[in-house]
């Protein structure tokens, strides 16, 4: 848990994203458009960015590999 604050923030970041792309997103239909993927991606992003922060920072596995390269995808 070296990077605990940074992975808070990207945390935080997640949730705020998921937020986003609730308030863009239309209840009768709830179509993916623009906004919603594009707040649903960095929200997919930041929170496997704080996993990685929090929990694999110090690790060196395959682990680690696969929840970095994830946050990297999105």
Do not use: Y
Not at 6 to 26: E, M, N, Y
Not at 32 to 42: A, E, K, M, S
């Amino acid at each position: 848990m070296a990077e605990l604050v940074t992975g808070l923030t990207d945390f935080l970041l997640a949730v705020l994203c998921a937020v986003f792309a609730r308030s863009f997103a239309s209840p009768p239909t709830w179509k993916l458009h623009g906004p919603v993927v594009f707040f649903l991606g960095f929200a997919l992003a930041a929170l496997a960015g704080g996993i990685w922060h929090v929990f694999f920072n110090a690790r060196h596995d395959l682990a680690q590999a696969i929840v970095w390269w994830f946050s990297m995808l999105f």
